[in-house]
C-alpha cells in the first residue's frame, strides 16, 4: 500500500508562493545591508550619507508591497541581532537603532511597504503605453515614499536630541534633498525599466 501522500494543487502554489516570498525578503534585506556600507559622514549633520534609501525605493518598487515590507521588517531584525548589516559610523551594534539615524531605520518598512502600494496604484497596466507612464509613476510613489522617510528621520532628530522643528528639519532633511533626488530618479528609473521588460516577455509569451 502506499502510504505517500500527495500534495494537493492548492497547497503546491502556496508553498511556493511562501518560498519565493522568503528567498525576496532575505535578497532584499541582504541588498540593504550591503548599501549600508556604502556610506560615509557628514560634518554638518549627525546623520551619515548611505545608499541604504536608494534601496529600500528600489524593494518598495520592485517587489511590491507585501515583500517590501517584509523584507525591510527582516532587516532591521537582524540588525537588533547584533548582525553587521548598519552603516559602520555611530553606536556600534543594535544601539545603532536608538541614534540619530534610527527615525530613518525603523520607517524602512514602512517607506518600502508604501512606495510599492503607490506604485501599484499609479503604473499603468496597459502594455501599450509608453515608459515614461511607468516612470512617471515610479517616481511619484518613491518621492512620496522619501519624503516619509526624511520626516520620520527628522522628528527622531527633534526628539533625541531637543532640536526645534526648524532646526530638526535643518539637520534631518534639508542636506539629504539634492542626493535623495538622485536616490528616488535612480529608483524609479529601475523600476521602470524592469516593468517594461517584463511586460515584454509577457507579450512575447
Same mark, same amino acid.
Given at each position: 500500500m502506499n502510504t505517500t501522500t500527495a500534495l @494537493? #494543487? %492548492?497547497v503546491l502554489p502556496r508553498r511556493h508562493a511562501l518560498l519565493r516570498h522568503t528567498g525576496l525578503a532575505l535578497s532584499g534585506s541582504l541588498l540593504v545591508a550591503i548599501s549600508a556600507h556604502i @556610506?560615509? #559622514?557628514l560634518f554638518f549633520t549627525p546623520v551619515p550619507f548611505t545608499l541604504q534609501p536608494l534601496a529600500v525605493l528600489a524593494i518598495g518598487l520592485?517587489?511590491?508591497p507585501a515583500i517590501a515590507f517584509s523584507s525591510l521588517s527582516l532587516y532591521l531584525l537582524e540588525a537588533m541581532a547584533g548582525l553587521p548589516v548598519l552603516a559602520p559610523m555611530g553606536v556600534p551594534g543594535p544601539l545603532h537603532i536608538f541614534g540619530p539615524t534610527g527615525g530613518y531605520l525603523i520607517a524602512f518598512p &514602512?517607506? %518600502? %511597504?508604501l512606495a510599492g502600494w503607490g506604485y501599484s496604484r499609479l503604473r499603468t497596466s496597459d502594455r501599450r503605453k509608453p515608459l515614461l507612464s511607468n516612470f512617471a509613476a515610479a517616481l511619484i510613489a518613491a518621492a512620496v515614499a522619501d519624503l *516619509? *522617510?526624511?520626516t520620520s528621520g527628522s522628528a527622531w532628530l527633534m526628539t533625541l536630541l531637543h532640536l526645534s522643528p526648524a532646526h530638526a528639519f535643518e539637520f534631518g532633511m534639508v542636506p &539629504?534633498? #539634492? +542626493?535623495? +533626488? *538622485?536616490?528616488v530618479t535612480a529608483a524609479a528609473a529601475l523600476a521602470a525599466g524592469f516593468t517594461r521588460l517584463r511586460q515584454r516577455n509577457i507579450s512575447a509569451e
Open positions: @494537493s #494543487p %492548492a @556610506s560615509f #559622514p520592485l517587489l511590491g &514602512f517607506v %518600502a %511597504a *516619509l *522617510l526624511l &539629504f534633498l #539634492p +542626493g535623495e +533626488g *538622485l536616490k
